[in-house]
């Protein structure tokens, strides 16, 4: 897990990206890259930003919706969480 700053730009690209994998059902993508961008954007003294986070509650909406346990959700974004940025980018393609 790396101490430096996530450019926020490519943090919001991945949120973007896990907002797209949940909507075409790819439930745990999307919650690993979530995680990822939890611990990127907690890192800024601002956090989420009011769109950020309506996006982030359309994300988990979508997530419940398709079925996925509060628990599978919490453990996925705990290994997102420890995702370094290469393993994200890659498995958000773009790489």
Known sequence: ??????????????????????LEGELAKAALLVGFVDHGLGLYSGGRQITEQRQLNRILDRIAEGGMGEEKLERLRSQGVAMSPFEAHRLAGIT
């Open 1 to 22: 897990m790396s101490l430096e700053l996530e450019p926020m730009n490519l943090l919001c690209l991945v949120q973007s990206v896990a907002e797209v994998s949940a």
